[in-house]
T-cell receptor, first 115, second 114 residues
Framework: AQSVTQLGSHVSVSEGALVLLRCNYS??????LFWYVQYPNQGLQLLLK??????LVKGINGFEAEFKKSETSFHLTKPSAHMSDAAEYFC?????????????FGKGTLLTVNP | DSGVTQTPKHLITATGQRVTLRCSPR?????VYWYQQSLDQGLQFLIQ???????AKGNILERFSAQQFPDLHSELNLSSLELGDSALYFC?????????????FGEGSRLTVL
């Protein structure tokens, strides 16, 4: 069985500050990991994904995440927050031998950016 | 714009009623997924269709049903509605049913049951 834990349901940062959203996963097989973003009144949009290869993956809007197997983590970072980054962020996991319908989402982290 | 269209955007109805939510996937996508998003449960996978056939079932109640039509649009039918069914229902699509994890989500249908 797979699971995702997002630490902190709400993170608040100042504009220009580092953004760090935490995600830990549990999977009995090699995971595929994803971050999705949901802007107000919109559906989810894929930010970035890790399947195999390089453990540091870059996504849209300046976000990146690093897969750390030893820590079972896939934290999302951005060096400098912008007001437009305010949204809810979801970490998700599926397995290399699985299917899309097995995508398991975390509960989400609401990011607030203060001017 | 993800290319996935959901209607209606908002729906208010009473307990015991039945509603139908509609989804048109991105052009070329064969798989359609339905998710329910609520504050207490988060995002819950309901059901997947691939090219007209049911592919996988998640936490879908017996009062709920879905289908995918030959033109690949999908409908989610919710019947004998209860207060607890109030939620945001998302449709997502992907090219195939594999495990790329890249789903394209519609903007959702917000259902309020009074």
């Amino acid at each position: 069985a797979q699971s995702v834990t997002q630490l902190g349901s709400h993170v608040s940062v100042s504009e220009g500050a580092l953004v760090l959203l935490r995600c830990n996963y549990s999977s009995s097989v090699p995971p595929y990991l994803f971050w999705y973003v949901q802007y107000p009144n919109q559906g989810l949009q894929l930010l970035l994904k890790y399947t195999t290869g390089a453990t540091l993956v870059k996504g849209i809007n300046g976000f990146e995440a690093e897969f750390k197997k030893s820590e079972t983590s896939f934290h999302l970072t951005k060096p400098s927050a912008h007001m437009s980054d305010a949204a809810e962020y979801f970490c998700a996991v599926t397995s290399s031998g699985g299917s899309n319908y097995k995508l398991t989402f975390g509960k989400g982290t609401l990011l607030t950016v203060n001017p | 714009d993800s290319g996935v269209t959901q209607t209606p955007k908002h729906l208010i109805t009473a307990t015991g009623q039945r509603v139908t939510l509609r989804c048109s996937p991105r052009s070329g996508d064969l798989s359609v997924y339905w998710y329910q998003q609520s504050l207490d449960q988060g995002l819950q996978f309901l059901i997947q269709y691939y090219n007209g056939e049911e592919r996988a079932k998640g936490n879908i109640l017996e009062r709920f049903s879905a289908q995918q039509f030959p033109d690949l649009h999908s409908e989610l039918n919710l019947s004998s509605l209860e207060l607890g069914d109030s939620a945001l229902y998302f449709c997502a699509s992907s090219v195939w049913g594999g495990n790329t994890g890249e789903l394209f989500f519609g903007e959702g249908s917000r259902l309020t049951v009074l």
